[in-house]
Structure formats: structure tokens, C-alpha cells
């Protein structure tokens, strides 16, 4: 039996050796530096992020997210999840206020990603292209062979 989706938003994974480590500024947490955290994946509803310390479900929380192909800038968040995993703990964090814009490139880096996936699945031999949104991301070895998509 097939699992309906039930998230609004398509997520895709953040490669681990590309993302740089993010500062969760939390409002219920005494670490007013930031909490760091590891970015696990990302959509235009949210993200899940590895943390080491323990985070109070329901706080409030402000974050600045740079990788390669996308900016966001003191996005606002909440934290809808809290599972401990082994001495780390995957925290959900839900937006509250995100641009447009942003949403929008967010979808068209999930959606070129999915694309990208079932191409691959199928067998296609060129799939990947500079223009995909996902492009700075990737980590198919087929990457290192693409040719010039033309439109």
C-alpha cells in the first residue's frame, strides 16, 4: 500500500560535505549565541536539523540558512517536533514567516530534485543541467558529464 504524503511542501536532502553548520537563535534557550545545529533537509514549510542539546517544542526561533544556491535571512520558525536519536536530537522546525520568493525557490529546488531522481531511476543518461535549481547541491556522478540543457 502506497503512503499518502501529507507534508504541503516537497522536501529535498541537504548534502552533508556542502551545507555549513546553522545557528538557531532559540527564544526559550538560555544560549543566546545560537544553538548550532546540522541542516538534514529543507522545504518551503520547513526544515529538520540535528542538534546536541535538547530543544523545548513550541519555541519560537529565528535562523539565517547560506548554502550554495540559496540565502534566507532571519527567517522566523517553530519548533513542531523534538525526537532524542542516540545522544542527538532531530528537531522539526516549521516557518512562520518566509518570502515569497524564497518559497518559490525553495519548490523549484524540490521539484528539479524529485525530477532529477526519477530521471536517474529511469535510466536516462543526461540529467543534469547548470540551469537546475538543485545544480550546487547535487552529488551525482553523472554531474561531472552533463552537456548544456537546451530549452
Same mark, same amino acid.
Given at each position: 500500500?502506497?503512503?499518502?504524503?501529507?507534508?504541503?511542501?516537497?522536501?529535498?536532502?541537504?548534502? &552533508?560535505? /556542502?551545507?555549513?553548520? @546553522?545557528?538557531?537563535?532559540?527564544?526559550?534557550? =538560555?544560549?543566546? $549565541? *545560537?544553538?548550532?545545529?546540522?541542516?538534514?533537509?529543507?522545504?518551503?514549510?520547513?526544515?529538520?536539523?540535528?542538534?546536541?542539546?535538547?530543544?523545548?517544542?513550541? &519555541?519560537? /526561533?529565528?535562523?539565517? @540558512?547560506?548554502?550554495?544556491?540559496?540565502?534566507? =535571512?532571519?527567517? $522566523? *520558525?517553530?519548533?513542531?517536533?523534538?525526537?532524542?536519536?542516540?545522544?542527538?536530537?532531530?528537531?522539526?522546525?516549521?516557518?512562520?514567516?518566509?518570502?515569497?520568493?524564497?518559497?518559490?525557490?525553495?519548490?523549484?529546488?524540490?521539484?528539479?530534485?524529485?525530477?532529477?531522481?526519477?530521471?536517474?531511476?529511469?535510466?536516462?543518461?543526461?540529467?543534469?543541467?547548470?540551469?537546475?535549481?538543485?545544480?550546487?547541491?547535487?552529488?551525482?556522478?553523472?554531474?561531472?558529464?552533463?552537456?548544456?540543457?537546451?530549452?
Amino acid at each position: 500500500m502506497i503512503k499518502k504524503e501529507r507534508r504541503k511542501h516537497s522536501r529535498f536532502p541537504i548534502i &552533508s560535505d /556542502l551545507v555549513e553548520p @546553522i545557528m538557531l537563535k532559540v527564544s526559550s534557550c =538560555e544560549i543566546k $549565541e *545560537g544553538v548550532p545545529g546540522i541542516m538534514m533537509d529543507l522545504s518551503a514549510g520547513g526544515l529538520v536539523v540535528i542538534t546536541f542539546i535538547p530543544l523545548q517544542e513550541g &519555541s519560537l /526561533l529565528k535562523l539565517t @540558512i547560506n548554502f550554495p544556491g540559496l540565502k534566507i =535571512e532571519n527567517a $522566523e *520558525g517553530k519548533i513542531v517536533r523534538v525526537e532524542e536519536k542516540t545522544g542527538t536530537y532531530v528537531v522539526g522546525i516549521g516557518f512562520l514567516k518566509l518570502s515569497k520568493a524564497v518559497k518559490e525557490k525553495i519548490n523549484q529546488m524540490a521539484k528539479d530534485f524529485h525530477h532529477c531522481k526519477m530521471r536517474h531511476l529511469n535510466g536516462e543518461k543526461n540529467i543534469c543541467f547548470k540551469e537546475c535549481s538543485y545544480y550546487l547541491l547535487c552529488s551525482q556522478s553523472i554531474k561531472g558529464h552533463m552537456k548544456k540543457h537546451k530549452k
